[in-house]
DNA sequence: TTTAATTCCGACCGAATTACTCGGATATCA
DNA sequence: TGATATCCGAGTAATTCGGTCGGAATTAAA
């Protein structure tokens, strides 16, 4: 019942992208550094967000990456099932459907994956990353700018 | 963030034990048959089970286990922390305490995770096994009496 | 008092997943 | 034509999952 990593660095990938693509588009080493986060493994964090419609890419030099959406219209939900595929912890065949289950303790487990699944999914459907951006701005001032990350 | 089949298998056990342990305990054997589940398997999820408190053993011949406390008394969460550990996907340091954060994103991912993690908790805590167990005797008639279980 | 049923305990094991790294191809701005 | 970037796929060490196996200890029944 562990949330991976992917889950953990992506969302705060996420909030950081938000920050500071405002102006320019962010690039994946700038928001690696920023959140001390290794930059290859980030860059498969990023290409699951773009898969999932998330950010979208900018290539070739002083490229990078912009959300795709505004921050009130993506939440916290689309975000983390982009990275860690389903968050239901029991996948059921035949949820939604009256599937008549083998046995009848089979069935009423059924009951009880189908209201955690539900109970996760609206929590996190209903943290927007607006919410997220807007709190993190006002524990720290705004740093609109992104400082062009290091080379090595 | 899958529910692993620890828990799955232990909660449908849970209640095939409150159905048969009215008259006499019940043996690893005959839940195992029952509920098609690897008998070498379940007696590590029962073992959990009993160090959790929540189920009682009696050795020897014809002995077996028993419910340590009535099922209005168990709640489904105290069945799956007890076989899963910590049903928290993320755990987090210094949850309660104001813990100031190195970033302030990280921060807010913080709250986020609180939210999630207290979401599945209350879920599950109030659910109570005598309610699965009402709904199982409800689906198929009551068979209280544990028939012994094939040998091998 | 033996025997059969049963819990108890720890070691082992293959397969899958996690959390990465690495090397290089491709695109594009300056 | 570089220097920056994204893109893409393969490799990999460590951990977890989902069990199996063998045997010791306990106790009811024959």
């Known amino acids: ?43 498969q964090l990023v290409a699951k967000l773009k898969k999932a419609g998330l950010v979208k890419s900018i290539r070739g030099a002083q490229g990078g990456y912009v959300l795709a959406k505004p921050t009130a219209d993506i939440s916290v939900g689309d975000i983390l099932r982009a990275l860690e595929g389903s968050l239901d912890p029991v996948e059921c065949m035949g949820f939604d459907e009256e599937h008549v289950c083998s046995g009848s303790d089979i069935c009423v487990t059924k009951h009880v994956w189908k209201r955690i699944n539900d109970s996760i999914n609206q929590t996190v459907d209903e943290m927007k990353l607006k919410e997220l951006v807007d709190e993190s701005r006002q524990v720290r001032g705004i740093e609109p700018t992104d400082a062009s990350c290091s080379q090595k």
Chains 1, 2 share one sequence.
């Open 1 to 43: 019942m562990k949330l991976s990593t992917k889950g953990r660095y992506g969302l705060r990938a996420m909030i950081d992208l938000a920050l500071y693509s405002e102006k320019d588009p962010v690039s994946i080493c700038s928001i690696a550094e920023r959140q001390a986060i290794s930059e290859s493994y980030l860059e």
